[in-house]
């Protein structure tokens, strides 16, 4: 596995986004939600995608009322998700936008806390498919577009659970493992035939409503925010990492 630290020091550049449609799946809340605004600040159209419309209509209005370009939405529930869905997804997005430049992979789902011997198979196979299989589906489906744009970035988001297996994460370590796993699969297909550049981030403890609930011990101020690790989301989102693929990036 090649881990990398995140630049040191990265500075993105106001327009470094100019011009480019980002879609951001779990848009709506966390990290995904600081994403899509810093995006929409670095001059993207952004895509927001998650399963609340509420909030995603709260990040859609701050994206307007900051002046950045007009976002686009779309309410879905990734553990839902069909295939014909995502072929949907795919031609509005071309109808609408006409370009896909990049996609981030944020949505996931925590699940159960809790030994293997005791966990529920409904819930592991909600998190299987939240953080798994929409994944590969949502990816399958807007590779074509990926594909036509001069140079585009798949962002994927990985844990460090996804790394070394602990005990009671359960399905969630073992999605983010699976996680790892389609993104080397898919950097490697792409490496020499396409300009696509696929990549992990692993956030690293980030004070969200998922790390409130998974050490509710722990003071949530302790962890550093959303905003607090945007540089390498900038980085692999736009040009500056142009050559970088295939590379689990940890963001602290
Ligand atoms: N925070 C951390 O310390 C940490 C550490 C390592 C990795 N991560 C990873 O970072 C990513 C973001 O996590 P976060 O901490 O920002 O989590 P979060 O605050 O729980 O946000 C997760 C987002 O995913 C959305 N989502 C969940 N299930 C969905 C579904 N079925 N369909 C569509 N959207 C769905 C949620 O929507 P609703 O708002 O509607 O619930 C929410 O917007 C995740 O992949 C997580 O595994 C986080």
């Known amino acids: 596995m090649n881990i990398q630290p995140a630049p040191r020091n990265y500075q993105a550049t106001p327009e ?13 809340d966390g990290i995904g939600r600081v994403a899509a605004l810093t995006y929409a600040a670095h001059g993207a159209t952004v895509v927001l995608l998650g399963r609340t419309e509420s909030k995603l209509e709260a990040v859609y209005d701050e994206i307007e009322v900051a002046g950045h370009p007009k976002p686009g939405l779309v309410t879905m529930d990734l553990s839902q998700v069909t295939d014909d869905q995502c072929v949907q997804l795919a031609q509005g997005l071309a109808e609408e936008f006409g ?73 969630y370590c073992v999605s983010k493992f699976a996680t ?59 040009e500056d990492s142009i050559g970088s693929t295939g590379i689990s990036f940890n963001a602290q």
Request: glycine share 10%; proline share 6%.
């Open 16 to 28: 470094l986004l100019s011009g480019k449609t980002v879609l951001v799946t779990g848009a709506g």
């Open 99 to 171: 370009h896909l430049d990049g996609l981030l992979h944020n949505a996931s789902l925590l699940g159960e806390r809790r030994p293997i011997e005791s966990s529920s198979y409904a819930v592991w196979q909600e998190v299987m498919q939240v953080n798994v299989n929409a994944q590969f589906v949502l990816t399958r489906r807007l590779l074509p577009m990926l594909q036509t744009a001069p140079s585009s970035s798949i962002i994927l988001t990985s844990s460090g659970v996804g790394r070394i297996g602990k005990a009671f994460w359960g399905a």
């Open 180 to 238: 790892e796993g389609f993104m080397q699969v898919l950097a490697s297909e792409l490496e020499n035939t396409s300009s696509i550049r696929v990549n992990c981030i692993n956030p690293g403890g980030t004070n969200t409503a998922m790390r409130r609930t998974a050490f509710p011990a722990e003071n949530p101020t302790d962890n550093p925010a959303p905003e607090d690790i945007m540089g390498v989301y900038l980085y692999l989102m736009g």
